[in-house]
């Protein structure tokens, strides 16, 4: 919305009269204690009593409005860093390494890349695949990042910038069972165990898809590929390149379904709605890495090339 457009419905002090304000225009000073009916939660805002009503003063609702239309672009710029959500469970994506409590991955690399290209810092912000919407719809971070998988769902809530990687739902199993899941009807049945992180896509497509097999919902995404390598359970119910990626760090594991996901999807990052500067900056930032080959660069170091996936067994 444009703010010449932008209307504020208030009540004058002195009248009592309903009135528009345009934020953009002079206001009198004369023309003080104004109530909005808008919720005003900045607590920093001068506020003054009048008639046992608190108001706010126009001088105030100048401020407000003009930080609300300032574009997170010029946010990010005018604080010098950009906060950056993650969940640091999912690789190759994105891992809190305990041993040295940093960031590692293909989506952490592209947040200081990222940062490097606005000339300001990162802040990565811890966030878990079942509150990063809530955590995003409250200003926790500026963009999220970390293997997102693109949804209608996630649509309704956010922005999600043009797709940098394809992949699907698969199973990930021991190695030694590669003859007996070979479909999701051999995986769907009563004997199976099926392990699966929560409130993410994973835990949805099991939901939907899954009727007849014993699922238990894992809150550490990380332990599950341990737990299926050592019998815990029989299959986990992944994106196909996470299922890639332990089964060549581990060989008692297969990626299974190769080439053949149960689903097609692609990875996206999340941002605000409704701030064209900032949308057009990302998109034209992935576009830059795109073309510059960044992209690839970084997909051949995280195993994320299609030569990389095709020679993993």
């Known amino acids: 919305m ?12 002195d009248t009592g009269s309903e009135r528009f304000f345009q934020p953009c225009s002079p206001v009198a000073k004369s023309d003080l204690a104004l109530k909005s009916t808008v919720e005003w939660t900045v607590p920093s805002l001068e506020r003054m009593s009048y008639q046992g009503k ?24 005018d604080k010098g860093a950009i906060r950056i959500g993650t969940t640091g469970d999912y690789k190759p994506f994105t891992y809190l390494n305990p041993h040295t409590d940093q960031y590692e991955g293909f989506d952490i690399d ?3 890349r990222l940062a490097h290209d606005l000339g300001v810092e990162v802040q990565f912000v811890r966030t878990s695949w079942p509150k990063m919407m809530d955590d995003f719809q409250n200003d926790k971070f500026d963009i999220a990042m970390g293997g997102i998988s693109r949804s209608l769902e996630r649509q309704k809530l956010a922005h999600l910038t043009q797709p940098y990687f394809s992949d699907g739902k698969a199973p990930l199993i021991r190695n030694e069972d590669k003859g007996i899941y070979k479909s999701l009807e051999d995986i769907d049945r ?6 699966v992180n929560p409130g993410g896509t994973n835990e949805k497509f099991v939901l939907e898809n899954i009727k007849n097999a014993k699922v238990s919902v894992i809150k550490n995404n990380l332990a599950i590929p341990q737990m299926v390598a050592e019998g815990t359970f029989d299959v986990m119910i992944t994106d196909h390149i996470e299922a890639v990626y332990y089964s060549r760090i581990d060989p008692r594991l297969h990626a ?5 996901p149960f689903t097609k999807s692609e990875k996206v990052y999340l941002i605000h709605r409704g701030d064209l ?7 034209l930032w992935l576009e830059e890495l795109n073309q510059q ?21």
């Open 2 to 13: 444009k703010r010449d457009h932008f209307e504020l419905k208030f009540t004058t002090a």
């Open 54 to 77: 608190v108001y706010i003063s126009s001088d105030e609702i100048e401020k407000v409005v003009s930080l609300r239309f300032q574009s997170r672009l010029d946010q990010i710029l």
């Open 110 to 112: 592209a947040a200081y």
């Open 190 to 195: 009563s004997n199976v165990r099926i392990g």
């Open 256 to 260: 299974a379904m190769r080439g053949q």
């Open 277 to 283: 500067d900032y949308q057009n900056w990302i998109a």
């Open 293 to 313: 080959g960044e992209l690839e660069r970084l997909k051949v170091k995280w195993g994320l090339a299609q030569e990389n996936i095709d020679k993993t067994g």
